[in-house]
């Protein structure tokens, strides 16, 4: 069966240190993966995407990603948090021939500590 | 470009009533969809559409119809509250052949009580 796993509900980390949220994603098709953002009450903003080529993939705010297909995951990092990094982050899949049909995980919380 | 908007931002509902969830793209995107967030579970797809005339059922599109005779509009309905309605509704669009990358409104948050 086709799923997202996000292992983590909720992280604490420290502003200033490193972050990384992990996603592990089970898909029969060659997938492309997403992360997207969700600050308080707002809707879902993407920051990187991967569909092929190179693994590491950037995206904004200073986060990237790591497209490991032997071990079917697709972690967000990012070297050093900012109190405005707070939200919840969503980890997505799907492949070309799914009609942009999209599998999230059911996201991670970040709570930055000052 | 206003992106893809959404209406009403809130609303109430008695368990019973009926009420239209209204998402419009100004993208000329052909694919829409209607998603429901439930805390502590991610986004559940409810219905989809791939294009003017053509839509399709998700994974949880029991309680809801949709309809879509243009581009721009894919409104969503509730035909009977009830109290598991209650979520935050999110519409969302992309273009076809092109990146897939999601386009998402700001939601409507309902209440069915």
């Known amino acids: 069966a086709q799923s997202v796993t996000q292992p983590d509900i909720h992280i604490t980390v420290s502003e200033g240190a490193s972050l990384e949220l992990r996603c592990n994603y089970s898909y029969g098709a060659t997938p492309y993966l997403f992360w997207y953002v969700q600050s308080p009450g707002q809707g879902l903003q993407l920051l990187l995407k991967?569909?092929?080529?190179?693994?590491l993939v950037q995206g904004i705010k200073g986060f990237e990603a790591e497209f490991k297909r032997s071990q079917s995951s697709f972690n967000l990092r990012k070297p050093s948090v900012h109190w405005s990094d707070a939200a919840e982050y969503f980890c997505?899949?799907?492949?070309?021939?799914?009609?942009?049909?999209?599998?999230f995980g059911k996201g991670t919380k970040l709570s930055v500590k000052p | 470009n206003a992106g893809v908007t959404q209406t009403p931002k809130f609303r109430i509902l008695k368990i019973g009533q009926s009420m239209t969830l209204q998402c419009t793209q100004d993208m000329n995107h052909n694919y829409m969809y209607w998603y429901r967030q439930d805390p502590g579970m991610g986004l559940k797809l409810i219905y989809y559409s791939v294009g003017a005339g053509i839509t399709d059922k998700g994974e949880v599109p029991n309680g809801y119809n949709v309809s879509r005779s243009t581009t721009e509009d894919f409104p969503l309905r509730l035909e009977l509250a009830a109290p598991s309605q209650t979520s935050v509704y999110f519409c969302?669009?992309?273009?076809?052949?092109?990146?897939?990358?999601?386009?998402f409104g700001p939601g409507t948050r309902l209440t069915v009580t």
């Open positions: 969302a669009s992309i273009q076809a052949g092109g990146n897939y990358e999601q386009y």
């Open positions: 997505a899949v799907g492949a070309v021939r799914s009609q942009g049909n999209l599998i």
């Open positions: 991967y569909f092929s080529g190179d693994t």
